[in-house]
């Protein structure tokens, strides 16, 4: 185990990332019929661990070897959460999950109604796009780029298709596919964007490849193992549910000792990624062991 | 009237971008889900005016003074209707506008369901900033703000809310707000784009600002006056079902004859504004024309 204070830098950047959702939500809503804008940061502050932003801004910490970072680093980090929470309030839509709750609150649709809800998805997804090409630095083309190839239909969109549908079949195979795409891509990109963002070299870009790949497949692997082993009080939700509802998971397909063992090789693939950039043990390794470490 | 041949210059520009949406789509098509990529493709290929991509394609030429235009111009096209269909996609959904019927064929999620259009939505509007960012250059950066500024929470999505609240008040400064955001945002995009896309200066993006401006508005007056008066043959849907839908027009806030004498002005001021970029009169010239004077 690292001595580094896991709590303290998740807590710290955690409050980091409220503060600057809350500041260019309220900046670009100046212009937004206030339903829509209500409606947008009804879900968007809702709270959730941050991973991604946590996650980019840390790659860009671990490149700059500091923790000042530039404008663009943190539209980039306010943008990947624009884009979870469209994907966490389409995937609630009634025609879809048709989820009431989410972190303990009714689902958007619920609140807004379901017009409105497709709408704040829409427009967290789009400003997403005005947050990252907000500003005259060159990089913030190449940075839409990454976002929009993992978010889009050969990345988070896809993953979520091949998730609903109905011939898919019972193999690692596929499901390794699915996850690399519904949660993979966005995380991977989170790793990437803050490399780019920070001006990294292309070495660095391959290492944050690698270690969100296999952080993104980490952290998946762990939900699904949580729901046959978590605590229901810490993780908020049933346990179980996943078996229940005869749910495509890894304890499902590798059985649950081969699942932990394939997220303990991961999360030990991901921090021998990063060893260059982070010498002595830190943020990063820290951020791929919680990935299968956390209790919810 | 000009002598320019309106209807072969439409004819071909339309095929033009036929090509590109079918072999751009395909391209980057390649890593994604069959179905997925299948109930894009449908909507996209639907055919329609083509509108914004003709636009953005004759701003560019002339700035350019020449058919010829880099692959950022035919990027741009492309993204403008990717988003265009995106927004049409899920403005036809149960819980929007519930329309089973779109240009004579059903509507995507009367043949996909309604999870795979809004899905397939998702993916539209998030792939066409990933055609805009597809490339080097560093204009893209900058093209991307333009689309998604357009398009979001402060366009085209704002104006999607403005038109389904419930207590919009029946006044003409609403009404032109309203239709400014809807559909003008992303028609004068797609002018500013053209201008950007070919390396323009400012005093041509002012121009093309105007003009879109001008023409976005005739436009959408244009659609509401040949509701009143239009021949339900050449629209392809039957005509007063605005009237009969008790719906928020120009000719009902403001009469059919100063609505009209509106879209008319408009026409004037968008062909002013172009007259430096186009000394004979031309494409542009025609293109606003036609906003008014089309049938359909």
Redesign the interface.
């Known amino acids: 185990m690292s001595a580094f204070d896991l709590e303290s830098y998740l807590n710290t950047q955690q409050q980091r990332v409220e503060k600057l959702l809350d500041s260019r939500s309220a900046e670009?809503?100046t212009?937004?019929?206030p339903?829509?804008?209500e409606s947008?940061r009804y879900s968007l502050l809702a709270g959730g661990k941050r991973l991604r932003p946590v996650l980019c801004l840390a790659f860009a910490e671990a490149v700059l070897r500091q923790s000042t970072v530039s404008r663009v680093v943190e539209d980039c980090a306010c943008a990947l959460e624009y884009i979870h929470t469209?994907s966490l309030v389409?995937d609630d839509?009634p025609?879809?999950d048709n989820d009431d709750l989410r972190r303990g609150r009714p689902t958007n649709h619920k609140v807004y109604?379901?017009?409105?809800a497709?709408?704040a998805?829409?427009?967290l997804?789009?400003?997403?796009?005005?947050l990252?090409?907000?500003g005259p630095?060159?990089?913030?083309?190449?940075?839409?780029?990454e976002?929009?190839?993992a978010?889009?239909?050969?990345?988070m969109?896809?993953g979520?298709?091949?998730d609903?549908?109905e011939d898919r079949p019972a193999h690692i195979d596929y499901l390794t596919r699915m996850h690399r795409l519904k949660t993979g891509a966005l995380i991977r990109a989170a790793c990437r964007m803050g490399v780019l963002a920070a001006g990294g070299d292309a070495d660095a870009l391959a290492r944050a490849d690698t270690y969100g790949d296999a952080v993104g497949l980490a952290f998946q692997i762990a939900d699904d193992v949580l729901d046959v082993t978590g605590d229901a009080s810490s993780m908020g939700k049933p346990v179980g549910a996943d078996a229940a509802a005869g749910r495509f998971t890894f304890p499902a397909v590798l059985g649950l000792e081969q699942s932990k063992q394939l997220a303990a090789r991961k999360v030990a693939d991901a921090i021998s990624a990063v060893q260059t950039l982070e010498p002595v043990e830190g943020p990063l390794a820290a951020l791929a062991r919680y990935a299968v470490e956390r209790s919810s």
Chains 1, 2 share one sequence.
């Not at 997804?125 to 005005?130: I, P, S, Y």
């Not at 978010?151 to 990345?155: E, I």
């Open positions: 670009m809503g212009q937004v019929p339903r829509l804008l947008m469209y389409h839509l025609s879809m109604g379901e017009a409105m497709i709408l998805g829409d427009s997804l789009t400003d997403a796009f005005a990252v090409a907000g630095e060159p990089v913030r083309g190449l940075l839409c780029r976002l929009s190839l978010a889009g239909s050969a990345g969109v896809g979520q298709v091949l609903i549908a």
